[in-house]
Antibody, heavy 118, light 108 residues
Framework: QVQLVQSGAEVKKPGASVKVSCKAS????????MHWVRQAPGQGLEWMGW????????NCAQKFQDRVTMTRDTSISTAYMELRRLRSDDTAVYYC???????????WGQGTMVTVSS | EIVLTQSPGTLSLSPGERATLSCRAS???????LTWYQQKPGQAPRLLIY???SRATGIPDRFSGSGSGTDFTLTISRLEPEDFAVYYC?????????FGQGTKLEIK
């Protein structure tokens, strides 16, 4: 079936970087944009950006443009999101999500908890 | 950036009742790009409604969406126990996606 499986939880110190992976299966990886969305504990959803797995083109929310890198490896149908210079307020669950026709997010990964703490 | 404001923040209802959730945008949103999600504790969100009124695959017909411009509504015609959750609206415009802050639907 169609699914996105993300890497496991991470604990990082302030100033460090984290790289989250998202492996797609059950569909053509290069046929759908992939988004990244995060959710701080007890808070709402925040869109971070997307990557076009076919071309590698990305579009990030301005808030993250200088700290986030989105990449992909088409040979293993996996997308990656790296966030640098971590701060305590980056503590959140990070989701990869498949794009649905540019209008919605239809398949969500299980989420990766990233904790930033000294 | 378009800001989405959801109301009420919390809605307390009983199973069998009708739920009406509101999503208001700070400027006009294309109906094609207004989406609703449901999120239960400890789970990823689930796509409910896209294009303001189209149900996603497998979504029961008690869920319906409506609206245009700046005012959108998610209606659950008759609440089932599994419908108590947090609901988010989302829009896409000017190459940005934004979410509302969510409405918590709780059992009265």
């Amino acid at each position: 079936q169609v699914q996105l499986v993300q890497s496991g939880a991470e604990v990082k110190k302030p100033g460090a970087s984290v790289k989250v992976s998202c492996k797609a299966s059950g569909y053509s990886f290069t046929g759908y944009y992939m988004h990244w969305v995060r959710q701080a504990p007890g808070q709402g959803l925040e869109w971070m950006g997307w990557i076009n797995p076919k071309s590698g083109d990305i579009n990030c929310a301005q808030k993250f443009q200088d700290r986030v890198t989105m990449t992909r490896d088409t040979s293993i149908s996996t997308a990656y999101m790296e966030l640098r210079r971590l701060r305590s307020d980056d503590t959140a669950v990070y989701y990869c999500v498949r794009d649905y026709g540019g209008r919605a997010f239809d398949i969500w990964g299980q989420g990766t908890m990233v904790t930033v703490s000294s | 950036e378009i800001v989405l404001t959801q109301s009420p923040g919390t809605l307390s209802l009983s199973p069998g009742e009708r739920a009406t959730l509101s999503c208001r945008a700070s400027q006009s949103v294309s109906s094609s790009y207004l989406t609703w999600y449901q999120q239960k504790p400890g789970q990823a969100p689930r796509l409910l409604i896209y294009g303001a009124s189209s149900r996603a695959t497998g979504i029961p017909d008690r869920f319906s969406g409506s609206g245009s411009g700046t005012d959108f509504t998610l209606t659950i015609s008759r609440l089932e126990p599994e419908d108590f959750a947090v609901y988010y609206c989302q829009q896409y415009g000017s190459s940005l996606y934004t979410f509302g802050q969510g409405t918590k639907l709780e059992i009265k």
